[in-house]
C-alpha cells in the first residue's frame, strides 16, 4: 500500500510541474509537511484554490487547519519542511509575511486579532498598510457598504467594540489592501448564530465582486452553505474534497460534521462509537 | 514664595530632561517589553560624539547637534541588530540582561576613548542670566531644557498620531502577530524603534550635560530618574510617563529646598516604592482592559 501511495505521489507531482502551471489556479499547495518540532501536523497536504472560487478546509480541533493557513502566510519559520505553496505561479515558501501580502494576499486571523488601542479608521488604515496609492477614501467607501457599522464608529477605540463589530472589522482590515485571496480563519468564531449568517452573507458578496476566498471553519453546515468546493482535513492530511452537494450525500460528513445522521446497526442498537471510512 | 517659584522652575527644567529620557524607555518598552537600561549610555555616547565633534572639530552647536541626532539613531539600530535581534525570544529577563550588557560595554567604550575626565559641554545659552518674572529667574538654559522638551513631545506625539510609520509602530506594540498580517515589517519597525528611542534620548543628554558636566557617569542617575518618572506615570502610556518624570522632578527639588538636600535623590525612590505599592501600573494610565 505504502508503495503504491509513494508512487501515486511521484506521478502527481510529475502532473503538476508539467500540465498545472498555467492552470486558474490562485494558490497551490503540493505536498506540504509541517512540524512543529519533531511532531508532524500536517503530512502532505496538497490543495488548490481556483480564482474566483469560496473554498473552504474543514475539520476537527488539531486537524492542522491553521497550521496550514499560517504556513501558507509565512509566519511559521522555515516550514514548510517538504512540500511547496505556490501562488499565482510563483512559488511563495519560505517567503517572509511582509513580502507575500504585498503579493495579494489578506488573512483574517482566527479571534479577530484587531488593534485594541489604534481607532477603528487607524485599523483600517493599517489594513492598506502595504498600498502605495493615496486612494485610501474609495475603499473606506466600498468596506462602509459591506460594513454600515463601522462607519459610526471611525473614531472608537477598536478594542471597545463588541465581538461582532471586531470580526466585521478584521475582515474590513482585511480587504483595504485589495486583495485577490483571501483566507479568513473561522469567521466565526463566539458569534451568535444571527451574526454568523450575516458574516457569512458578507463574506458570498465580497466573493461576488472578485476576490478568491479560502475559509477554514468549525460550522461546517455555514461553510458548506457558501462554498464552491470544500475539503476536509483530519489529524494533517485531506480525506475528502469536492463540491458541497457531494460532501453532504457522504455519510461520514454528515455523521461528524453535520450531526444529522446516526447509523444505526442491523439489530437497531447503536454501537458506542463508529469508525470513520472516508470512502 | 520666590524660593518656591525658582525650586519649582528647576524642578520642571530637570522634569523635562528626565522626561525625555522617559520617554526614550517607554518608547522602547512598549514595543518590545525590554526596560531598555542602555539607554543612559547611549544618551551619554551621543553626547560625547556631540561634544568631540564640536569641540575638536569645530562644527557649529546646530550642525553637531543634528549630527549626532543621526549618530544616535544609527547607534540605537546597531545596538538592535547587534544584541537584540540574535537572541530569540529571550524573554524580559534575558532581554534586561542583555542591555545591562549593552550598557557596561558603551560605558566601557566611553571611558576608554574620552577617559573618566569631566568635560564642559559648550552650549550658546547662559547658565546664569534669562528671563525675569515676577522676581523668579528663568535661566536661559532652564527655559531652553523645558521648550525642547515640549518640542520633542510634540513632534513624537504628531508623530503618533498622524503618520502611518507612528500608527504602524502602535500596532506592532499591540499586536505584531495581526500587525504582520497586514503586511508591516515588524522586525523593522523594532529597529526603527530603537533608532528613535535613541535619539530621544540623546536629546535629554545634550539638555543635561551643560546642568551636570559631562563624563561616562553622567547619565547614571538621570537614567534611573527617568526610568522611575517612567514608572511613577505608567510605563505603557508616553504621556503618562512624560508627566510621570515632570512631577518626578518637581517633587524631588521640593525636597531638596525644603527638607534635605542630600536625601534629595533618595526620594524619588521613596515615592517609586510608594506608587508600585498603591498603583502599580502607573499614576496616568488609563487602565484598559482587553476584550476576549
Known sequence: ?????????????????????????????R??????????????????VERGEIRAILGANGAGKSTTLKTIMGYIEDQPEKGSIWFE??????????????????????????FPELSVRENLMMGAYTRKDKDIDTDLARVFGYFSVLKDRLKQLAGTLSGGEQQMLAIARALMSRPKLMILDEPSLG????????????????????????????????????????????????????????????????????????????????????????? | MNF???????????????ALIALAMVI?????????????????????????????????????????????????????????RPAENPGVLGSIVITLGAEM????????TWGANQNPFPVPFSEYSGITIGGVIITEINLWTMVVSLLVMLILFLFFRFTKLGTAMKAVQQNSFAAKAMGIPTRRILTFTWGLSSSTGAIAGMLIAPIATLDPNMMLDPMLK???????????????????????????????????????????????????????????????????
Open chain 1, 31 to 48: 505536498n506540504i509537511e509541517i512540524y512543529y518540532g519533531k511532531i508532524m501536523v500536517v503530512r502532505g497536504l496538497s490543495l488548490k
Open chain 1, 1 to 29: 500500500m505504502a508503495r503504491i501511495d509513494q508512487l501515486t505521489l511521484a506521478l502527481d507531482n510529475l502532473n503538476y510541474t508539467k500540465t498545472d502551471r498555467k492552470a486558474a489556479n490562485m494558490l497551490e499547495t
Open chain 1, 191 to 279: 458569534l451568535s448564530p444571527l451574526l454568523v449568517s450575516e458574516i457569512f452573507e458578507i463574506i458570498k458578496s465580497i466573493n461576488r465582486e472578485g476576490t478568491t476566498i479560502l475559509l477554514v471553519e468549525q460550522n461546517a453546515r455555514k461553510a458548506l452553505g457558501i462554498a464552491d468546493h470544500a475539503f476536509i482535513m483530519e489529524s494533517g492530511r485531506i480525506v475528502l474534497e469536492g463540491p458541497p452537494g457531494k460532501l453532504i450525500e457522504n455519510e461520514d460528513v454528515q455523521e461528524f460534521y453535520l450531526g444529522v445522521k446516526q447509523e444505526t446497526s442491523v439489530k437497531g442498537f447503536q454501537r458506542y462509537k463508529r469508525k470513520k471510512r472516508w470512502r
Open chain 2, 226 to 292: 527617568g526610568f522611575a518618572g517612567g514608572v511613577l506615570g505608567g510605563l505603557t502610556s508616553l504621556p503618562g510617563a512624560a508627566a510621570g518624570a515632570y512631577l518626578l522632578g518637581i517633587i524631588e527639588n521640593l525636597f531638596g529646598g525644603y527638607v534635605s538636600l542630600e536625601f534629595k535623590s533618595v526620594v524619588a525612590f521613596a515615592v517609586i516604592v510608594l506608587i508600585l505599592c498603591l498603583k502599580p501600573s502607573g499614576l496616568f494610565v488609563k487602565h484598559y482592559e482587553r476584550k476576549v
Open chain 1, 89 to 114: 505561479e510563483k512559488r511563495i515558501d519560505g517567503m517572509k509575511t511582509e513580502k507575500i501580502v504585498p503579493m495579494g494576499i489578506a488573512y483574517v486571523p482566527e479571534g479577530r486579532e484587531v
Open chain 2, 105 to 112: 560595554i558603551l560605558y566601557g567604550l566611553a571611558g576608554w
Open chain 2, 28 to 84: 522602547i518598552y512598549k514595543t518590545s517589553e525590554v526596560p531598555n537600561f542602555a539607554q543612559g549610555e547611549m544618551a551619554m555616547l551621543a553626547t560625547f560624539v556631540a561634544y568631540t565633534i564640536m569641540a575638536n572639530y569645530g562644527v557649529g552647536f546646530w550642525t553637531g547637534v543634528i549630527v549626532t541626532l543621526i549618530f544616535a539613531f544609527c547607534l540605537g539600530v546597531v545596538l538592535e541588530l547587534c544584541f537584540l
Open chain 2, 4 to 18: 518656591f517659584f525658582d525650586l519649582m522652575i528647576g524642578g520642571l527644567a530637570i522634569g523635562a530632561c528626565y
